[in-house]
């Protein structure tokens, strides 16, 4: 069986929910019931993989900012050096 393979299957969910599905569909925000439940399993799925990594990507966006500031300041610093031997 190929993975992008469609199989059908059932699914239990509050009658609630099933109609504010079908007012999102019937809005044309989505094509049908199927693509609407596999468009949010997936954005669901990547939600739960980015909050797994969260503790993995923050510190390792701090130190990308800091490095990037670091290059700033050094620029900028530079930059006032040559400006003041210059006056």
Do not use: H, W
């Not at 059908?8 to 509050?14: A, F, K």
């Not at 439940?37 to 966006?61: F, H, T, W």
């Amino acid at each position: 069986m190929r993975l992008d393979q469609k199989i059908r299957t059932g699914i239990c969910i509050s009658k609630s929910l099933l109609l504010e599905c079908d007012a999102y569909i019937k809005s044309g925000k989505a094509e049908n019931r199927s693509a609407l439940i596999e468009d949010a399993l997936r954005l669901y799925l990547a939600s739960r993989e980015l909050k797994d990594k969260q503790n993995l990507l923050v510190p390792e966006l701090a130190e990308c900012i800091a490095e990037a500031s670091d290059e700033g300041f050094t620029k900028i610093s530079k930059g006032l050096f040559r400006y003041a031997v210059e006056v």
